[in-house]
C-alpha cells in the first residue's frame, strides 16, 4: 500500500521487521520483561491487540492493564474487532457506569467487578487503579502493560505480583506521571515510586529487551522529522508515508485573512504558525482563543478535503477530524465558548493531557507559552509540546503571540539538581527552542 | 499563587500589613508545644552550636557547644537535648484512650475492628522556620544509628543511652512533617505564611522577624519598613539586630563574635589541660568557665530574640479560631504518635537510612490521600480557601431556584431530584461531572445535568444521588428547598483508602524483589563509622 | 569569525569607559558566569558584568550593600575538606573518579601530576593547555590540580580555574569539582548541587575550547566529578553529575553576552558606573540600565537589594515573585491590578480584568461571612 519511499527506506517492512521481533521476544523470549517504546502513531494498539490474540492463541491467559477506563475499553473493542469469539473479561470499579455501554453488545465480553467471576477467559483487561484491589489470585502467566510510561512506578508495584511476565508498551514522549505531593525524598533510588514504571523496571532489570515501533503512520512526512528530532532525539522514527502521499485541498480560496493565510501555508508545508502581535496577556488570551476558533470555522467553512493513503477518494475535512489543544482546562472552556460563538459545536477541544493517545486530521494548537510573562516548569514540559504537535496526519496549525523565544532565552536556569536522577532528554527548554525555530520558517502574522 | 493570594498580597503592599488568606486555624495547635530554636555551625554538617528549648516562654533551656567540632562536646549537648525533649515526649506516651482500629485477620484475611490504645494528646514540637525541620531531621539522622556503651561496650565514642532514642524519636517529627495537614512538627514562618499574606515575597516571608514585621508590625510602622529592618539593620559592630532564625547564623556573627569567642575558650581549654598544679588549674578553670560563659552568651543573644518571635507567632495564631477538621488531623498526629510509641516498646530497629519500595510507595499514597484531604477539609472549613476553589472552577455557591422531584427508573424507584442553582460562579463542569455539598458533616453526591438556558449560563441543573435515606421519599432536610444557599465542589470531601500494596517481603521482580535479597537494594542498619576526620 | 578587531576594541575602551578612569576590570569567574543564567533577561546585570564592574562596590556605594558573606568556619572547613582530596597526589581523587566515571579503565596509580606554575593568568592558561596536551599524548591518567582555563566571553578572555580537570587514559578530560557540602545517604542538597553543576558547565565548555584546538579533538566528559564530604565525616565521596543541560543553557546565553555592545550603546552618553561617584549620580546611570528584578536575585546578585528597593518605589509586582504577574495580563504594578480589582480602572472584557474583579468579589464576600460567622459564635 505504502510505497517505497525515494530513500530506499520501506517503512512497511521496518515496521514489520521491529513487530517481528517484539513478538519472537514476547512469546517466545527468556526474559520476564519486554519493553517497547512507541512514539506518536506508531501503532502500539494495533500491536496490544496482536500481541494479545497471539498470546491468546497460543493458550496463556493475558492479563492487560492499561490506565484509564477509556483505554480499557477501547482495547476491548478494538480486541472484539479482530476477534469477536475471543473471551474477554472487563474487570471494573464498582463506581457508576464503569464502562463503556458499547460493550454490552459484545457477547464475547463478560463483565464484572470481581476478577474471580473472569478467571478463565482468555483475556481480562482492566486499569491498574483496579487491578491493584485484586488479592489472592493465580498469578497470570503473561500481562501486557499499556501506557506504561505514564504509569507510576508505585502503580506497577501494586500490581506486579499479579503476573509472571510482561510486555510493557508506551510513548516515552508524552506527559510523564506526576504526584501531588513532594516525592524529593526518594529522587535517585531506582524505585522512586514517583517515577514511570518503566524507569523503575529498567533499573532493576537493565539486561531486558528493548524495542522501538521506528515508523509513525499518524504523521505525515512534514511533522516526522521535527517531532523526532526535537522530542526523540536518541531513538528516531519516519513517517510511514512520504511527502506528496497527503494531500489538504479547500474548495473555497483564500479570503487574505491571517486564517485563511495559515490554513494555505499548513495545508502546504504541514506547519502554519499565526502570530499575534507579542502582548502579555492572561491565560484566557481574547485575541489568541478568537484567532484559534476563527481558524477552526475557517476549516470547515472551506470545504476541506484530506488525500491519504486510507482511500482512493479525498475525505471531507469534517468536525469529528479536527481538534484544537490547549494547555490549561480554562483555556479550553475559553476556546468552546468563542467556537460555540461561531456556530460550531462538534470539535473536540481539550488539554494536552485529554489529548494523549488521541488522532486527528488537523489540530489547532494555542501554544502553552502563548503571551505568558513568564514560562514555567508545567509550561515548558517536554511532553506537554511533544502531545500538543503530534497529533495530525496532515497539518497543524500554531496559534501563539510574538516574543516567546525571547520569553525562553530570558527564561532563569537555576532548576535544583537531585543525585542519581537521570537527565531526562530532551530538555523542554531545547526542545521549545527547536519547535519554535522551526514553525518561524511557516509564520503568518495575524492583522486584527 | 493564586489570584486571590495574589490579591491578598498586593493588598498587604497598600495597607502596610499582612492580610488573611484564612479564617480560621487550620492547624491544631498544642496547649504545651515544645519550642526548639537550633543553632549550627558553618560548613559543618550536623555540628550543633546550640539551642533555646523548652515548653515555658518564660524559661527556656540554654543549650551550648562551646567548641562544635569536639565529639565529646557535642554528645554532651544531645544528651542533655534527650533530657529535655524525651521526658516531653514520654509524658504524653502514657495517657491513652482506647480506640477501635481496623486490622486484616491473618487467619481469615478478613477485616475486623479490633481495640487498641491510643495515646489521648501528643507531643508538637515548633521550630522557627522550615530549615529548623531540616535540622531536625538531619539530628535524627545523625543519632539514630549510633551505638551506646551498653550495646557495644568496645567501640570508641559510645553515645549516651538516650542519644540515639532521641534520634528515632526526631526522625519520627522529622518523617511526620512530610504529612500534608501534620502538626506533630510545625516550622512557624509555615504556619503564620499558611493565614496571612505579606507584601513581599515568598522568598523573603522565610525570614521569620520580616514576616512577623508584616502580620503585627510595631506602632505605626508600615509592615515594609519594619520588615526592611529586621531583615538588614545592623549595629555599629555591624552585627544584625534582628539575628536570623537559624539554624545557619550570620557570618558577621560567625566571624566577628563567635570566632573569637571559641578561640579564647579552645586556649583556655589548652592552659588548663597544661596546668602544672591545682593552684594554677583553679586559675585557668575559671578562665574556662568564663569563656564559655561568653560563648553562651553569644548564642542566648542570637537565639533569644527569635524565642520570643515564635512565642509571639504562637500568640497571633491562637487569635483564630481552630478549623472544625484540624482536630481530626490532630487524631490523625495522634495515631501517627501512637504508632511509633508501639514501634519503640516493641523493639522494632531504628528507621533505615533509606525507605524500601513498599515504604515509599506507601508514604507517597498516604501523602497524596493527605493532601487531597487537607485541600477539602480547608475549603469546606473556611469561606476563604472555599472563594479561592471557586475562583478556580473547582466549587460553586448559590441561591436554589428550582427543585423538582424525579426518581430512578428500575424495580424499587428512588428519589432523583432536579435541583437547580442560581449562581456566579464559572465551575469546569462536563456531562454527569458529579459534585458534593456538606450535609451534616456528610459529603451528598449530586451529578450535574445540563444548563437551564445557554452553555455556560448561571443556571445549573443538579440531581441528587444519595443520603435521602431509603424511602421513596427522601427525608425531611435531605434536599435543598427553593432559596437555600448552597456550595457544592467537584472535588470529593472524604479520601478513599488506597489499594493495599504488598509486604516488603513480596516486593516483585519490577521493583528488584524482597529487600532482603542481597541482590537488591542493601539495608544499612550500621552506624555511621567514626573518624578521625570528624574533628578537623 | 572573530568580529573585526576595531570593534572589539572599541567595544572594550566603550566598557572602560563605563566601569570608570583606572578602575579595573572585576575578572568574571565560573560562579559570575553560572549566574548568568541565573537572570538572563536582565540587562543591567548582563551589562554590568559584561563590563567588569566589581557590583559588590557599587552596591555599596548606592546605600545597599550586598550581604554575602561567608563564615569563617566554613571556609576553613572547605580547604581542609579539598586538601585532604588532593592529598598523596590526588590519589583519592583518581580512585573516585576512576570508580564513578571511568570503572573499566585501568587503576590508576602513579598519574602524572604535572607542575602548572605560570607567570599570570594568560602563562598559567597556556601552561594549562600544553600539560593537557601532553597528559592527551601520554595515555595514561594524569591529574591537573587548579588549571586555568580561558573563555572567551563576549570578544574578552575569562580566566576561569576548576578545582581540578582529570585526564583519563583513553584521553578524555572530566571536570571535578570539591563542594564542602555532604552528601548524606548518597543524597545531597538540590539546590547546592544544582548551582556546582552550572559553575561545572562553565568549565567544560572552557575545556571544550581548548580541546578544539587540538587534533585529534578530546572528548570532555559531560559528566562531571562532583565531591564532596561523606554523611557526617570529613571523607570523601562522589556522584558523577550529567551537565549536558546546563552546559546548552550557558552556552546560549554566552553568545547571547554579544549584546553588551547594544545595551552599552543604549546608554546616555557620559555614564559611568565608578564606586566612589556621588550616590545620585550612580543611581541614575544604574537607573538608565532597565533591570529585571525577582526576589531569586536576593541570592544570586549583589546589586538585588538596590534593585528591589526601587522595584518597590515602582510597585512591580514581580517583586511578590515572578509568579505573582501569570494571570494579571498586562497589568504589571500594584496600583493598576488593586485600580483593576476593585473597580477604579480596566476594562471588564479584559479577562485578567474580570478575572480580579471576580477574585476580589470572593474575597470580600468570604471576608464578610467570616466575620459574621465570628460574631455570630460571639452572641450565640
Redesign the interface.
Known sequence: MTAVASSGFDPGAAATRATDAILRDTLHGTDRGVVVDSPPGAGKSTLVVRAALELAAAGRPLMIIAQTNAQVDDLVLRLAEKDSELPVGRLHSSDADPYDKALDDLPNVRKSTRAADLAGLDVVISTAAKWAHVKDVEPWRHAIVDEAYQMRSDALLAVAGLFERALFVGDPGQLDPFAIVGSEQWAGLSYDPSASAVTTLLAHNPELPQHRLPVSWRLPASAAPLVSDAFYPFTPFRSGTDHGDRRLSFAVPSDGSGPDRVIDEAAEAGWGLLELPARHTPRTDPEAVRAVAQVVRRLLDRGGAATSERSDEPVPLTADRIAVGTAHRDQAAAVRSALANLGVTDVVVDTANRLQGREYDVTVVLHPLSGRPDATAFHLETGRLCVLASRHRHACVVVCRAGVTELLDDHPSTEPVQLGVTVKFPDGWEANHAVLAHLAEHRVASRP | MSLISTLARLEAISTGRAQPVATVRHRHLSERPLVLVPLTTAGEAGAPLGALVGTDRDAPRLLVVPQPRDRDLRFAFLAELADIVLPYVDSYADVVEAAERSETDPETGKRVKVEVDLCADAPQLIVPSRSGIDFVRLLGRSMRFRRTAEQEPEAPHPAPPRVPLLGRWLTHFGERARVPGSSLLLALTDLLTRHWATGQSGVEDQHLGALLAWIDPPGDESGDTAARRAELARDADGQLLCPPAGPATDPAFDNKLLAPAIERYDRARAALAAAEDGLQADDRLGDLTAAERGIRGLVESRTRPTWDAVWRGLDLLRELPEGAHAADRWTRDRWSFTGHRDRIIAGEPPQPRRDDAVTAANKLATREREQARLDAQEALDDPLVMAGRRLAGEAFAGEVTDVVMAYSEGKRPSPRPLVTVHTEDRPHLGERTKVYRSLGGKPQAAEFVGYDGPEGGDLLVLRIVDKMGRGKEPEQGSVPEKGDLVCFTLFEHDQRAGAKLPDPDDTPWTHGGPPGDPEAVPLPEQPDPVTEEDVL | MPPPRTRGTALRQRLAELRGPEVPAKALDARALAAL?????CRRRALLDGAGVDKTALAGALGSPS?F??????????N?FEA?VKADGGAELLRLVHERLDPSAEPPSGAAVPDLAAIGPEGRAARTALALREAAESGGWALLDHPMLALDVAGSPAFLEPDAVVVHPDGRWTVVEIK?????????D??K??????QSAVYVLALEEVAARLEPVPEVHHRVL?VC?K?????PTA?A??V???R??TR??LT?LTRIEEIADSLPEGTCFAPDLPREQLAEAVQSLPA?Y???C???CELA?HCRSHA?EE?E?T????????????L?T??D??AA?HGRAGDP????VA??R???D??A???A??AA??EG?ACP
Open positions: 543564567a541565573a537572570n538572563p533577561g550581604a558573606g561567608q563564615s569563617q568556619f566554613a571556609f576553613m572547613r572547605g581542609a585532604r564542602s557540602f555532604p552528601m548524606l545517604d548518597g543524597s545531597a538540590p539546590a548541587v544544582g548551582a556546582a553543576a552550572r562532583l564530604p554523611d557526617f565525616s570529613n571523607l556522584a553529575v550529567d549536558r543541560k546546563q546548552a543553557v546560549r546565553q547571547r529585571t525577582a526576589p531569586e536576593l541570592a544570586a537589594f518597590r510597585g509586582v517583586s511578590l515573585g515572578r509568579s505573582a504577574r501569570a494571570e494579571l495580563g498586562g504589571t500594584v496600583e491590578v488593586l480589582a472584557e479584559d479577562p485578567a478575572a480580579l471576580r477574585a476580589a470572593l474575597r464576600e468570604a471576608l461571612t467570616a460567622r465570628r459564635a
